[in-house]
């Protein structure tokens, strides 16, 4: 079993539409959790940090279920700027920084 | 005023080269790291120094050798290329790894490396 784990899509969307990616990870002693964004052919970036209480960036909104041991990213009123490679990712408390990414989520938002 | 660079950004090369990628962070951090993205688009670390003290080396073959000169610098040394060896290599850089609970990576451009 991968220890990150999402859904590769394409998840091909409307200009407007609201997008929900998910991620589910294996070691129950993950710490931290992140959702970068790569663009084709760059380097990823992050999106944003994942809290327990959940958190909203703009349009952007992250969850994270412990007991579950799972992640959401819910994007609104999606934008064509929005397309992009959404990672899942999972940092282990005291690993040295280590961060296990997804395989990535591919989000195409056509006009 | 690049934050994380990496030279070169192309590189092509027969099978049974030894190849050299750097990486120099001007951000001040004190972490840097290697990683692979393969043709699958996993991304996967591979090396992290801290303060040029290796601290994270993954199941990597032994013809990989990070070399931290100091710690805005960060090399990657590949032996006798092979053709799995093709991916693009990140590098990247943090502040303060280690029992820290999480700070944020910054990566560089990335190296598409093909061996031929």
């Known amino acids: 079993r991968k220890e990150v784990e999402q859904d590769p899509g394409p998840f091909n969307v409307p200009e407007g539409a609201t997008v929900a990616f998910n991620c589910t990870y294996s070691?129950?002693?993950?710490?931290?959790f992140f959702w970068y964004r790569q663009d084709c052919r760059k380097e990823p970036k992050l999106l944003m940090s994942?809290?327990?209480s959940g958190n909203e960036d703009g349009r952007f909104t992250a969850q994270l279920n412990r007991a579950s041991q799972y992640i959401s990213l819910l994007i609104r009123d999606s934008k064509l700027s929005d397309s992009a490679t959404y990672l899942c990712?999972?940092?282990?408390?005291?690993?040295?920084?280590?961060?296990?990414f997804g395989q990535g989520t591919e989000l195409s938002v056509k006009p | 005023d690049t934050a994380v660079s990496q030279t070169p950004k192309y590189l092509v090369t027969q099978m049974g080269n030894d190849k050299s990628i750097k990486c120099e962070q001007n951000?001040?951090?004190?972490?840097m790291y290697w990683y692979k993205q393969d043709s699958k688009k996993f991304l996967k670390i591979m090396f992290s120094?801290?303060?040029?003290?290796?601290?994270i080396n993954e199941t990597v073959p032994n013809r990989f050798s990070p070399k931290s000169p100091d710690k805005a610098h960060l090399n990657l040394h590949i032996n006798s290329l092979e053709l799995g060896d093709s991916a693009v290599y990140f590098c990247?850089?943090?502040?303060?790894?280690?029992?820290?609970?999480?700070?944020?990576?910054?990566f560089g451009p990335g190296t598409r490396l093909t061996v031929l």
């Open positions: 990247a850089s943090s502040q303060e790894a280690g029992t820290r609970r999480y700070n944020e990576q910054f």
């Open positions: 070691n129950s002693a993950s710490q931290s």
């Open positions: 994942v809290y327990s």
């Open positions: 990712v999972v940092n282990g408390y005291n690993q040295g920084g280590k961060l296990i």
């Open positions: 951000l001040g951090h004190d972490t």
């Open positions: 120094y801290n303060n040029k003290e290796l601290i």
